[in-house]
């Protein structure tokens, strides 16, 4: 899974290697066409913002590419129910997560923990830029005219009946997003290619340092089975369940807009509002990555609106002198990035911008088009929110496609 900090002068950490680059075209028109207005019972609204929390903050907690959704979470049975705004979209990890704090008493007290024998089940959520502790619960979901058939199990960070997070999940490094992420958003909405979180390997074995039986002593590392573990909301609908589409509209590059509005659109070529068309589709791989070409280099890599920007290596390419994880390049440039289609072929060139950071920051709009950092996961290219500015991108869930068995994205 992975998940790009949103904090402006906080984010994925990573190296470089040698990288060709050309001067960006056009630096003040919009990156892609606009997409169209889609509506219905399968789409709920995605705003990209300054949450209330941080519009009087402008120093380290200002937002940028957060995609926000609205997710109601009831208690089994039903009741109670309460509606969780600003709840980031998630397209690169599997699973719902909620902070604690978000939820008021009433609802916290009603969503059952899940056991793990006769203690608590507990997860360590991992991202490729830290983790996430928390117990887990089972809570039904609903997002616009879409529900969840039964109650699911569903992971709350910073639960403060737990025990602290044994060493071996925080040891794995990077941010601890239960305890820093509150105030970014409410939660985490992981809507990826994968079922579950985990999957076989959990249910398998207890080494993957992901699932924990916790009781007031401390915590043990667990197996649970798929039935217990954190999973995609949209593969548990009645309908619509066999993955969906975000759609944001295009923004100028490179300093971008001060907010955008799009949709999260639920299933794919299921009804009217969801129908591909003439989309490309490219097939992931197990780990939900795909093969492309960056500047004609092979490369592994993966598309994922957690991450608030492109992380990629880049050498020579300058970093930000306030915020080292940024490039700040002199002037805005564009690489040439291709998918891997499902005949081994590859798809059309896309252009990536990668402007000046800090520049993008002074002028605090939260759509950034252009916004570039140092690699996540070394080697790997994560082309998170500005690849998705001016495209509806489809995720199919793994096991939804022949052709693709392991999921796909498509636009």
Request: glycine letters at 12%.
């Amino acid at each position: 899974m992975a998940l790009g900090a949103a904090l402006l002068l906080g984010a994925c950490g990573g190296g470089g290697t040698s990288s060709t680059t050309t001067p960006a075209d056009s630096p003040g028109a919009v990156n892609v066409p606009s997409v169209p207005v889609v509506t219905g019972a399968n789409v709920v609204p995605v705003s990209i913002r300054q949450i209330s929390s941080n519009t009087t903050n402008t120093t380290n907690t200002l937002t940028a590419n957060t995609p926000y959704v609205t997710v109601t979470v009831c208690a089994p049975g039903g009741s109670p129910c309460q509606s969780i705004p600003d709840v980031l979209v998630d397209t690169g990890s599997a699973g719902l997560r909620l902070f604690s704090a978000a939820l008021d008493s009433t609802l916290l007290s009603a969503l059952p923990k899940i056991s793990s024998g006769s203690s608590t089940l507990a997860a360590c959520a991992q991202f490729a830029s830290g983790y996430a502790w928390g117990s887990m619960r089972q809570a039904s979901v609903q997002m616009g005219g879409e529900a969840t058939t039964t109650a699911i199990p569903i992971q709350l960070m910073d639960d403060a009946t737990l025990p602290a997070a044994p060493s071996s999940c925080s040891s794995q490094g990077g941010v601890d997003f239960a305890s820093n992420f509150y105030g970014i958003a409410n939660g985490i909405l992981g809507v990826s290619n994968l079922k579950y979180d985990c999957g076989s390997a959990c249910a398998r074995s207890a080494s993957t340092g992901v699932y924990y039986s916790c009781s007031s002593s401390g915590c043990t590392a667990a197996t649970a089975p798929t039935s217990l573990q954190g999973i995609n909301p949209i593969a548990a609908f009645a309908t619509d369940n066999n993955g969906s589409i975000l759609a944001l509209p295009g923004v100028p590059l490179p300093l971008g807009a001060p907010s955008a509005n799009g949709a999260l659109i639920f299933g794919i070529n299921t009804q009217a509002n969801n129908t591909l068309s003439d989309a490309q589709l490219y097939p992931l791989d197990a780990a939900g990555n795909l093969a492309l070409t960056l500047n004609g280099k092979a490369m592994s890599g993966f598309v994922d609106s957690g991450s608030n920007g492109y992380y990629l290596d880049l050498s020579g390419v300058p970093t930000c002198s306030q915020a080292a994880s940024f490039y700040c390049p002199t002037q805005s440039f564009s690489l040439a990035a291709s998918l891997q289609l499902a005949d081994a072929s590859f798809g059309p060139v896309q252009s990536l911008v990668i402007g000046n950071a800090q520049d993008m920051f002074q002028t605090q709009n939260t759509a950034l088009p252009a916004l570039g950092g140092t690699a996540a996961i070394a080697g790997f290219v994560d082309l998170g929110l500005p690849f998705f500015y001016g495209r509806s991108i489809a995720t199919g869930i793994e096991g939804a496609n022949a052709s693709a068995p392991n999921g796909y994205l498509a636009y």
